[in-house]
């Protein structure tokens, strides 16, 4: 399977955004959704694994959830702040296989 | 405190080998499935292969099967991927990844390895 996410989003300081990532066969809850971030020239960090839960220290601007009817998981960051400019994958696994999405570029302007 | 630490980096031809290694320490390295994750400059994420603690079950992407071989020495806590047959394609960096128990996520990365294949 894949896994598909918008190649990039805009949003302004302060306000809400959420990075969709569809899986194009199989369940979306049938395995785990997490997400990182990547900042330019870094390693990715772990902000949601599980579907929805937040490793410790990841502040809960940060939310993640899934949703079966449309087969796809949502990472949300609420409160935007210029720090939050990055590059942010999901990532699912089926057996003996990690799948990691293409990526999505987050501009705060 | 997990670390990580990948060396072995570098450039080389079409058709040359390379091994990378990652130094890890911070937990029992025994007792966690390890990983390489690589990304092309520019690109995305993509998962190249695991090795369970034993060392007994492996497993790789298709794009490096018959090309990669992953193994680890518990002995020295470290882990290798030889990288043979190289192709400008597997130009990227390298991140030793390690999931934590009975899950199927990278929760710590390396800092990363730049593994060029160019003429």
């Known amino acids: 399977f894949i896994l598909t996410q918008p190649h990039s989003v805009s949003e302004s300081p302060g306000k809400t955004v959420t990075i969709s990532c569809t899986r194009s066969s199989g369940n979306i809850a049938s395995n785990y959704v997490q997400w990182y971030r990547q900042r330019t020239g870094s390693s990715p960090d772990s902000l949601i694994y599980?579907?929805?839960?937040?490793p410790s220290g990841v502040p809960d601007r940060f939310s993640g959830s899934i949703d079966s009817s449309s087969n796809s998981a949502s990472l949300t960051i609420s409160g935007l702040k210029t720090e939050d400019e990055a590059d942010y994958y999901c990532q699912s696994y089926d057996i003996h296989n990690w799948v990691f999405g293409g990526g999505t570029k987050l501009t705060v302007l | 405190e997990v670390q990580l630490v990948e060396s072995g980096g570098g450039l080389v031809k079409p058709g040359e080998s390379l091994r990378l290694s990652c130094a890890a320490s911070?937990?029992?390295?025994?007792?966690?499935?390890l990983n390489w994750v690589r990304q092309a400059p520019g690109k995305g994420l993509e998962w190249v292969s695991s090795i369970s603690g034993s060392g007994d079950y492996v497993y790789y992407a298709d794009s490096v099967k018959g090309r990669f071989t992953i193994s680890r020495d518990n002995a020295k806590t470290s882990l290798y991927l030889q990288m043979n047959s190289l192709r400008a394609e597997d130009t990227a960096i390298y991140y030793c990844?390690?999931?934590?128990?009975?899950?199927?996520?990278?929760?710590?990365w390396g800092q990363g390895t730049l593994v060029t294949v160019s003429t």
């Open positions: 599980e579907d929805n839960k937040r």
């Open positions: 990844t390690r999931a934590p128990l009975f899950s199927e996520w990278p929760q710590y």
């Open positions: 911070g937990f029992t390295f025994t007792s966690f499935t």
